[in-house]
């Protein structure tokens, strides 16, 4: 009998837990609170083998039925009836051999095996009503959760609206208010017109610098570059030199080697001088200073897989794209060149918008664009996942991806840059770019930035 005082106990305490931020009234709080306390007696009773066995039995039915019959009749537990019918049939048997027993003996002694083997059963339907239960109140928690953040929702929107309304009155009456003195302001206006052409053509221009700057970048790398490796061959070639016995030839073969790698160590120093000053370019054009910051990694790509949807629905071929966001809330704040960055989600997400939308050219409006980001935080590193389902990368170009000037895009649609470019600014955060890929499902980016080095 102790098992049907300590399923009391469990009932009582699960309820209590079970109370969610709103909580139970005061009253059924005191009759959990009561009700713990005579299911601990009882258990504690029962193991001493005190009272009467008799009213120890009794009381214990008593105290499990009013539990039951608690549950199953005050509105605030109405979504716990589950959990009353989860032991009904283990105190149900219980209750069968207590009857059976005081009334005849004999036949308890008769039936006490089958009475088992229905207590076997009996907890065997407890643990199954239990995972239902435990199943039904995750999927409840979920709903919860979903009809509060639609909640939120719908009061963020009703708020805008109401800002928006107020902020339309406000312009209305200030139209209404300057509607006088247009006329005064034509010639201001035709001066601010013309200050905006002036403007618009220096933004052109850094937009053209920063072009030329990232067309001149890639070959300026492969000119430092060999020259460094230049220098290095030619110090090998110094050592084997030294190994041929003294001659002019040798020697003017020496000198020569000299002369090389101080023209080589020329070539570096002004190639490294050229490099820095397209960087400041580039710097200059894109308005920002290139500072490592402490950085909302999940507000950034809100922002900028939102910036690149509206750049693509604003293009002359939109599509319609289910664009995903899995992010992970508790990741900290990330020491990020964001500026560098914001153009990584940029590149990642509109290269997805792109190759859906040759698929949907390929197999028509049946196929649903979708674009997946996912962040996650892995303990000692931070994951970022840009995934489309696409129509895939070819293994045998898969590798080519990152380089410099290959792309997959027709005609002049692409310069080949934008993975290239990608690929620099996260090994410039000492992170690593790989690419997964299935023709005709999927392709995915992952971007795994060292924790530590953040």
Known sequence: MILINIISLFLLYYLKKSSGPQGFPVYLNRYFKYGMIAAGVLIILGASHLPPEFLYQLLS?????AIIYVILNTPELEYLKTLAITPLPIVGVKLLEYVIERISPSIYDTL??????AGFFAL???VTMWLNHRKQMKELEIERIFLKEQERQLKATAQ??????????ERTSEILKQKEELQDALDHLQSTQAQLIQQEKLASLGQLTAGIAHEIKNPLNFVNNFSELSVDFLEEIGEEMAKF????EKENILELLEDVKSNLVKIRHHGSRADSIVRSMLMHSRGGTGSVDPTDLNALIREYANLAFHGMRANPNPINVDIKLDLDETLPLIKLNAEDFSRVILNLVKNAFDAMRDKINEVGNDYK???????????????IEVEDNGPGVPDEIKDKL???FFTTKKGTEGTGLGLSITHDIIKSHEGKLEIESTVGEFTRFRISLPKEKL
């Open 61 to 65: 039915f008593v105290l499990v039925g």
């Open 112 to 117: 006490e095996n089958y009475l088992d083997a």
């Open 124 to 126: 065997i339907w407890a």
């Open 160 to 169: 805008q609206k109401s800002q928006l309304e107020t902020l339309v009155a």
């Open 245 to 248: 016995s003294e001659s002019a």
């Open 369 to 383: 664009a979708a674009v997946k980001i996912m962040t996650k935080d892995l303990g000692y590193q931070i994951l």
């Open 402 to 404: 990152l380089m410099p």
